[in-house]
């Protein structure tokens, strides 16, 4: 075999491995949240790998002023991988859901593929959602459990 046709095979296994051992894209994760009852404070959104769901340490977060209606949050940076997103609507800006007797949370709060919270807060694999690592958006709606359950509707 000639030298260059050696060296040109050599070149090409070279590229391969590169292009296996590339890091995993990140990608822009968009989340639109509907129903979000007025324009106090901010939406929060925690985008959580399985062992942080349900908990305050996410890897990954970003907030959007509120807006009554729909607000648009978006995460940037987000590595493709298996996350669930959980969201709140910080209506006093404290950075934590306020809650009520027996735990009930004062402010709005949601979760991806609008996970049923029933007697407490769903399940992994009901919020589980896939993010390829490229650009995505998913969407969800916000829940109410005291005061309006969402935006005044217009006379």
């Known amino acids: 075999m000639p030298f260059n ?6 070149a090409l296994l070279i590229g391969f491995g590169a292009a296996a051992a590339a890091p995993a894209p990140n990608g822009t ?3 639109r949240v509907d129903n979000v009852r007025n324009s106090a404070g901010v939406v929060h959104v925690d985008i959580c790998p399985q062992a942080q769901f349900l908990k305050d340490d996410c890897p990954y977060a970003g907030d959007a002023p509120a807006r009554a209606g729909v607000t648009v949050v978006t995460i940037h940076g987000l590595p493709a991988g298996r996350y669930a997103a959980q969201v709140f609507h910080d209506e006093n800006r404290n950075k934590k859901v306020d809650r009520a007797l027996f735990g009930i949370p004062k402010e709005g ?3 991806s593929n609008d996970a049923r919270i029933s007697l407490g807060p769903p399940k992994w694999a009901d919020a589980v959602f896939a993010f390829d ?14 005061g309006a359950s969402g935006p005044a509707k217009a006379r």
């Open 109 to 111: 709060v949601g979760f």
């Open 133 to 146: 690592g490229q650009e995505q958006a998913i969407g969800l709606k916000m829940r109410y459990f005291l």
């Open 29 to 31: 994760l968009t989340i």
């Open 5 to 10: 046709r050696v060296r040109a095979s050599f």
